[in-house]
């Protein structure tokens, strides 16, 4: 029964053979989650990836899918896979806080779109996971609940804001979970946990019930053990929903089939603005080794410029900080979250609300980003920057009339120690530099893991595609998953 | 320093931030540190270049926003299921502090 499986193994197809087969029930399945989680996860000191545990819910889908194997029906694609959320996802009737205490006590009365496709899927939803408060940081540092630790090494971050969706994966905590990748959230994690994160197309995967941080750079995306668990799950949530006009109406290819497609003959443009003198250099060389790995699986490596690199961290701190301060003005106390007992007036509620609740990254940007958008700054900085953000675009796109993919490091470095960065914004912003540009371009990205360091920190290959093109650079994880399995073996 | 406590207290009146002496303080020393490195993006030479609003407007034929619904009524959320989260309310309305002074 359930005592034969290895938790940490786990993958989206071989968990759904489990219970279809009937070596497990789904529910005896869960339930060693759980287990795995209340010794592993909860107590002080432990990874803190999960916020909330669902257990009612994920009950109730595990018996219906039991009732479904059990009468030797086929299990829907994801039947009987258990799965986390990171909590900036709401879930209907489920606690939902976005790592903030001016959410402490929200329920939700709607499913975000991923989750109910997920979940139509047949995939069981274990919990929600840590992050930065409202998703803002690099480090889960920021979270009101207390910091995530790096489950390869306890007294590192495991990166942000999706810390907690790449820490359970990484502890086999869950299967596979989702995060939000903004800036960086859930391949910046991945790299650091050394667990597969894939920030699709802006529009690829709805938003609907994505607790908004920055509107024109927020994605929805998977963070999995494997390229191929990568694929199943965007293939699940992709495509057009009616309750968000910015998701894409393009068609949602099978990304399963799509990554057995041979890679020999695409082209890989090596940006060398990625790889300056300060990259650290054990990231360096395992880059490195993983486009000689993929040049040996026949495709072409060529050497690149996207000259405007250096300004995507300016630029990007400008357009999300202002998004922010725009949708984070909601929560004033009136309608839901926290509302302070010391406010009087109308104007003291709402300030004292925010003042008490919000955690001080969050206020750094709301006040960053208010002051950009403000009378007389306009033009020379959130202007500015969207026009920087045009040329960062125009740099991937001149780059990809060349060549079919972009590889780069993911991280500057591999994890880093908790508390090194949390006394300076700007050091912690640097944490992105390599991830920045595709959120502003609304590329795909993918950080697949490469190698490590001497103290056995993962370090993670980044590999980026033409929009709407996540085939080709799952196609490419797939192909040097695979080669980097066989050079090891 | 471009940034100086009479204006964080202006942008922390904007944004509805009450902000202690001590977050003040912070604040200006974090932002002026931030818009030092922000200050790079003047170097580039953005004449001839249209502001980048939405991915949309680059991303090409994939992400074309499709027409809006016909204007129908559809279900909302009712009226009990949006107070529930409220922090005070009369059964009808979000209740708040007095807004107008007789």
């Known amino acids: 029964m359930a005592d034969d499986l290895d938790l940490n193994l786990l993958t989206l197809s071989s968990a759904r053979i489990a219970v279809q087969e009937r070596q497990t029930t789904a529910v005896a399945l869960i339930e060693k989650f759980y287990e795995k989680i209340d010794s592993e996860d909860r107590k002080p000191g432990q990874t803190n990836a999960y916020l909330n545990l669902t257990r009612e819910r994920a009950i109730a889908q595990a018996q219906k899918l039991d009732r479904i194997a059990d009468a030797g029906d086929p299990l829907p694609p994801l039947g009987g896979v258990p799965i986390a959320v990171k909590d900036v996802i709401v879930t209907s009737g489920v606690r939902t806080t976005a790592g903030s205490k001016i959410l402490g006590d929200y329920i939700p009365p709607y499913d975000a779109t991923a989750v109910s496709r997920l979940e139509k899927a047949g995939a069981i939803i274990l919990g929600k996971l840590n992050c930065d408060e409202f998703a803002m940081g690099s480090s889960n540092e920021n979270s009101a609940w207390g910091p995530v630790r790096n489950p390869r090494d306890p007294s590192r971050v495991p990166g942000g804001s999706s810390g907690g969706s790449a820490a359970s994966v990484a502890a086999g905590t869950a299967v596979a979970s989702l995060g939000s990748d903004t800036g960086g959230s859930i391949r910046q994690p991945a790299a650091f946990c050394g667990v597969v994160g894939l920030m699709p197309t802006y529009g690829r995967i709805s938003r609907y019930g994505l607790i908004a941080f920055g509107s024109s750079l927020d994605h929805i995306g998977p963070l999995t053990k494997s390229v191929k668990d990568s694929a199943i799950l965007l293939r699940h949530m992709a495509g057009h929903d009616a309750m968000d006009t910015t998701s894409s109406i393009a068609e949602v290819p099978d990304y399963e089939q799509e990554i057995g497609k041979p890679v020999r003959g695409l082209r890989i443009g090596v940006p060398k603005e990625y790889f300056p003198a300060a990259l650290d250099s054990a990231v360096g060389a395992a880059v490195q080794s993983g486009i000689d790995l993929l040049a040996k699986a026949g495709c072409e490596v060529k050497s690149i410029s996207l000259p405007h690199t250096k300004y995507a961290i300016p630029a990007y701190y400008i357009i999300a900080t202002a998004e922010a301060s725009s949708n984070l003005a909601r929560y004033d106390g009136a309608r839901y979250g926290y509302r302070s007992r010391n406010g009087k007036t109308l104007s003291d509620m709402y300030r004292l609300s925010r003042e008490e609740a919000f955690g001080p990254e969050v206020k750094r940007r709301i006040m960053l980003g208010t002051y950009a958008l403000s009378a007389g700054y306009y033009d020379a900085y959130y202007l500015k920057a969207q026009k920087v953000r045009a040329l960062i675009a125009r740099d991937f796109f001149e780059a990809f009339k060349e060549v079919d993919a972009i590889v780069t490091p993911t991280t500057p470095s591999p994890a880093f120690k908790i508390g090194e960065k949390s006394d300076d914004p700007l050091a912690m912003y640097l944490a992105d530099i390599f991830t920045v540009t595709a959120s502003l371009a609304g590329i795909p990205g993918i950080s697949v893991p490469c190698g490590e360091s001497a103290n056995g920190l993962p370090i993670g290959m980044q590999v980026l595609g033409r929009h709407f093109e996540e085939g080709t650079i799952l196609r490419l994880g797939h192909a040097f998953e695979h080669a980097r399995a066989t050079s090891l073996a | ?102």
Request: no cysteine.
């Open chain 2, 1 to 102: 320093m471009k940034i100086t406590q009479k204006d964080v207290e202006y942008v922390a009146a904007l944004a509805n931030l009450q902000l202690s002496p001590a977050e003040r303080e912070r604040m200006e020393k974090d932002l002026n540190s931030i818009l030092d490195y922000i200050d790079m993006l003047s170097e580039v030479d953005t004449s001839n270049v249209d502001p980048m609003a939405q991915v949309q407007s680059v991303s090409g034929n994939g992400s074309v926003t499709p027409p809006l619904r016909a204007d129908e009524l559809r279900p909302s959320l009712p009226r009990e299921v949006a107070l529930r989260n409220a922090p005070q309310s009369d059964g009808t309305f979000f209740r708040v502090p007095k807004v107008i002074e007789r």
